[in-house]
Structure formats: C-alpha cells, structure tokens
C-alpha cells in the first residue's frame, strides 16, 4: 500500500490568513491525488482532484499543486467556513488510502 | 443532483455479519460512468478505503479486509451494498456509500451522509 505523511496534523490560523498543508508520498502517484475538507458529522467533500483541479462549485481560494510524491493544498484568504479537517487521499493504486487528516482551528 | 443514502442495522454483535445497503437517487446506477464505494471512519480518525464495485460486478477490496469484505449490487433497485462478516469492536465506524467517476480524472465525488455501526454485544 501507499503510505502518505501529511503536515501538519493541527493548524491554528485566522480569518484572512493564507494556509498550505502537505502530503508527501511513500511512493510516485503522478497526479492521482485529491484533497477533501470534512466538517464535524459530515461526510468529506471533494475539494480538488487530479493534484490541482478545482471541483466544480469549490470556491477559488483553494488550490491544490504538486506531482509524483509531494503535494499541497493552499487556501488563500482564509474564510469562517474554511475550519475543518481536511484530508489527502491517493488514487494511483489500490488500496486506495487517505492522509492521517490535519484540522484547521481558529487560531 | 445524485443522493446516496446508507441503511442498515446501527447495532451488530460481534462475530455476526455487518450488512448496509445504500440507495441511489437522482440518477442511475447501472449508467456505466460511476463506480460505487464504501469508505469507513471510527469515532475521531481517519477514513479507510473498503472497496468499490462496477455496474458490471467486478470488485476491488482493501487487502486489509478482502477475507471479510463482498460488495455487491442490485441495478433493480438502484441499490449496492457491503456485507463485513466476522466483526469485532475494531470495525465500529460511521460507514460510507460514495460515487466514484470511471472516467477521466476525477476521484470520489458524492458520498452519502454515513450511518454509524457499533459492534458490542
């Protein structure tokens, strides 16, 4: 299996500010690798795909870059609706496996 | 808009086997564009990838479970469903059905909104 470190596991940030969060790899996955953000009894919501394409409706403050073993997930001005945990999961191979998850806080 | 919506028992006692099924709304599921998964996340962790199945039948399983796992799907009924035997208070999660494009690059794209399983006796 694909073994994925993301970082970090909590962020405590404000409104405004400009956050990134890692996943790196165990092994290459080109691009096949999506971020999702997950609120308190919800189920997670798709928030980019393919490394770096936008679901559609997700707002452009999020974007999603990388290839082969490191990627990351930037969001741009910060919004109340943007705490939450947020999940990388790689669809290269089976068994396909998410990121251990980092929660956003308000700082 | 797609819905998927998880049921079964909220209760199972170990041993026995854990059976959910989730039903498709707003679109079909034999439309041969979507595969069909089931994710699991315990109380405060993260999510696990169980497996996934085509309108056709064919299976892909989380190694880490094959030996108890059977997905299966019932296009009469716009139904698939997760059959988990054997359980054990490990496998007391919130279990998901999701919708998963078999083209393109797209990844798991709708989820329902999961039911919690608890096994105890």
């Known amino acids: 299996a694909i073994w994925m470190t993301q970082s970090p596991s909590l962020l405590s940030a404000s409104t405004g500010d400009r956050v990134t969060i890692s996943c790196r790899m165990s092994q290459g996955i080109s691009s096949y690798l999506a971020w999702y953000q997950q609120k308190p009894g919800k189920a997670p919501e798709l928030l980019i795909y393919?490394?770096?394409t936008l679901q559609s409706g997700v707002p452009s403050r999020f974007s999603g870059s990388g290839s082969g073993t490191d990627f990351t997930l930037t969001i741009s001005c910060l919004q109340s609706e943007d705490f939450a945990t947020y999940y990388c999961?790689?669809?290269?191979?089976?068994?396909?496996?998410f990121g251990q998850g980092t929660k956003l806080e308000i700082k | 808009q797609v819905q998927l919506q998880e049921s079964g028992p909220g209760l199972v006692k170990p041993s026995q086997t854990l059976s959910l099924t989730c039903t498709v709304s707003g679109g079909s599921i034999s439309s041969g564009s979507y595969y069909w998964s089931w994710i699991r996340q315990p109380a405060g962790k993260g999510l696990e990838w169980i497996g996934r199945?085509?309108?056709?039948?064919?299976?892909n399983y989380n190694p880490s479970l094959k030996s108890r796992v059977t997905i299966s799907v019932d296009t009469s009924k716009n139904q698939f469903s997760l059959k988990l035997s054997s359980v054990t208070a490990a496998d007391t999660a919130v279990y998901y059905c999701?919708?998963?494009?078999?083209?393109?690059?797209?990844?798991?794209?709708?989820w329902g909104q999961g039911t919690l399983v608890t096994v105890s006796s």
């Open positions: 999701a919708r998963e494009p078999s083209v393109g690059l797209a990844n798991i794209d709708y």
């Open positions: 999961q790689q669809y290269y191979s089976f068994p396909y496996t």
């Open positions: 199945i085509y309108t056709s039948g064919s299976t």
């Open positions: 393919a490394a770096s």
